[in-house]
């Protein structure tokens, strides 16, 4: 990896949801040279898979009643069967009307027992990450099956003041950290070898960064500055594998890649520096409009990529010598939108959607 300069600096975090603030001490290394290795463009090569694109849209609610109590689903029209129900009902409103109806990406534990929610606040690049403790909130209070609408209730009636004895204890397991310059948010995400939470801080920029998030106070502790190289931005998606490898793509604007191709980056997060290369085979076809996540399910070793109503995914261990045979890809009904995918280590996925925000599980486990 290239040599890191460390700096310290002190930064005030922003102000805590319950109204008090702290000072937060925060590591800045400063990644000199390239951190994308070199290739020939003329080498760049890619694998004409199943055109399945998905034009931008409107985005439906799907509710009528924002205390929804009965599951809602998604299916597949065309492509790679699946069938998706709605899971748990995340909260919308924490202080003020749908002020947490902006979720952009989720980050999820190999046991499929905790959730993070990066949030952010609308029109701009400040968020703050909310932890739920799943499990307990599945099996204490029913909120994926007897009770679904119980998560929503709790915290609107935070927003209210009118918060009962139940309330209190639903929102035990629900953490909301500070508010901090987030992005766009769309990237966050978990290393399983290590269990470090990452995201991009300055995504679609030249001179980048990325962060890493502390587990339990939820906000940066560790921030590496650098860039890919001159002509090449970064991505605004992130995922690792069981090996603790990071990825991400970004669409071709054409010129020596087909326009609208996947470019496909593989490297390292390490703890001061970072480190990329781009996989020299991409996807003909792209999934959708906008890349909204990327994901890896350890289960199935695949890497998946996420756009609205369209998912594609890749073996991980053909990176580079895919057929098209192996692409998968499937579109989605209901007009939502997609903020990611996440799989639990039994195969579990479970897909983010806002209008309102929710997360829905797939039927089976072999998505």
């Not at 937060?24 to 004409?48: F, I, S």
């Amino acid at each position: 990896m290239k040599k890191a300069v460390l700096l310290t600096t002190v930064a005030a975090a922003a102000l805590l949801f319950g109204g008090s603030t702290t000072l937060a001490q925060a590591k800045t290394y400063n990644q000199k040279g390239n951190a994308l290795a070199n290739y020939n463009v003329k080498k760049y090569k890619t694998v004409k898979n199943k055109n399945l694109f998905v034009k931008r849209y409107t985005f439906k609610t799907s509710y009528s009643n924002i205390f929804q109590t009965k599951p809602t689903s998604i299916h597949t029209t065309k492509g790679k069967k699946a069938t998706f129900k709605s899971n748990v009902f995340l909260p919308v409103t924490y202080n003020k009307s749908a002020d947490w109806g902006n979720p952009q990406a989720e980050a999820l534990s190999k046991d499929g027992n905790t959730l993070y929610e990066l949030i952010t606040k609308n029109g701009s690049n400040r968020g703050w990450i909310v932890k739920y403790n799943l499990g307990k909130l599945r099996s204490k209070f029913g909120v994926s099956h007897s009770h679904m609408d119980a998560l929503r209730r709790a915290s609107y009636d935070h927003a209210t003041k009118n918060m009962t004895s139940k309330d209190k204890q639903i929102m035990k397991y629900v953490k909301v950290g500070p508010m901090f310059n987030t992005g766009h948010g769309q990237s966050l995400a978990m290393n399983p070898k290590n269990g470090k939470l990452w995201f991009i801080g300055k995504p679609v920029a030249v001179k980048t960064n990325v962060q890493r998030v502390s587990t339990s106070s939820l906000k940066p502790i560790t921030k590496i500055n650098f860039k890919l190289k001159s002509t090449v931005t970064m991505g605004s998606n992130l995922t690792f594998d069981k090996h603790g490898n990071a990825y991400f793509f970004t669409y071709s604007n054409g010129g020596w890649a087909p326009k609208g191709a996947v470019k496909i980056y593989k490297g390292k997060i390490g703890s001061k520096s970072v480190k990329f290369h781009l996989v020299m085979q991409g996807l003909r076809n792209r999934p959708g409009t906008k890349p909204q996540s990327m994901a890896y399910n350890a289960k199935r070793n695949r890497l998946y990529f996420v756009s609205d109503s369209s998912i594609s995914s890749i073996p991980a261990s053909k990176l580079g010598k895919l057929k098209a045979s192996q692409v998968e890809g499937s579109n989605f009904s209901g007009k939502r939108e997609f903020e990611g995918i996440q799989f639990a280590k039994n195969g579990a996925s479970y897909l983010l959607v806002n209008k309102g925000a929710e997360l829905m599980q797939a039927t089976n486990n072999k998505f």
